[in-house]
T-cell receptor
């Protein structure tokens, strides 16, 4: 069974520093990996979806890398801002229907 | 603006009562999903549907029921058989299959009176 892990569970950085968020998965036969952001009491916002054939996907200050062989994905957020404070979750589909297996998330605080 | 609307935002359930959470999307997506989120845990899948009039159980379907009579709507009923219903419930939709991003509503927080 696919297991998805995000370490650390929480992270605090000063404004301007680059953020590095980790996601690991046990079964490397994935279709893709999706990164989400969740603000307190809100739903999830899709940030990036990186296909299994890709090694990187970029959107603005966000860059996601994928290394299937080692079962890892990393989300980089450049020049962090207080508005980046949120919980970041990664997820992989586990069947052809799109059923997602989520990590527990990393809670990020960016201090001014 | 296209999106997913969940209602109500907060819901309270009495002992022995069934409650229904609404999820509507105007994205013209074929697939819809219900997840449950508990503090400190990742999201867990309750039910999902790829087409109208068809749905499948997820990992924690016991005590829940769904229907998919219209493409836009996927209501979730939390029955009295669900003994620990207090959680944050999230609805999502996608174009279908395993290679499309899922988009989420703003959630419904269910509590026990």
């Amino acid at each position: 069974k696919q297991e998805v892990t995000q370490i650390p569970a929480a992270l605090s950085v000063p404004e301007g520093e680059n953020l590095v968020l980790n996601c690991s998965f046990t079964d490397s036969a994935i279709y893709n990996l999706q990164w989400f952001r969740q603000d307190p009491g809100k739903g999830l916002t899709s940030l990036l979806l990186i296909q299994s054939s890709q090694r990187e996907q970029t959107s603005g200050r966000l860059n996601a890398s994928l290394d299937k062989s080692s079962g890892r994905s990393t989300l980089y957020i450049a020049a962090s801002q207080p508005g980046d404070s949120a919980t970041y979750l990664c997820a992989v589909p586990t069947d052809s229907w799109g059923k997602l297996q989520f990590g527990a998330g990393t809670q990020v605080v960016v201090t001014p | 603006d296209g999106g997913i609307t969940q209602s109500p935002k907060y819901l309270f359930r009495k002992e022995g009562q069934n409650v229904t959470l609404s999820c509507e999307q105007n994205l013209n997506h074929d697939a819809m999903y219900w997840y449950r989120q508990d503090p400190g845990q990742g999201l867990r899948l309750i039910y999902y549907s790829q087409i109208v009039n068809d749905f499948q159980k997820g990992d924690i379907a016991e005590g829940y029921s769904v229907s998919r009579e219209k493409k836009e709507s996927f209501p979730l009923t939390v029955t009295s058989a669900q003994k620990n219903p207090t959680a944050f419930y999230l609805c999502a939709s996608s174009k279908g299959g395993n290679n499309q991003p899922q988009h989420f509503g703003d959630g419904t927080r269910l509590s026990i009176l």
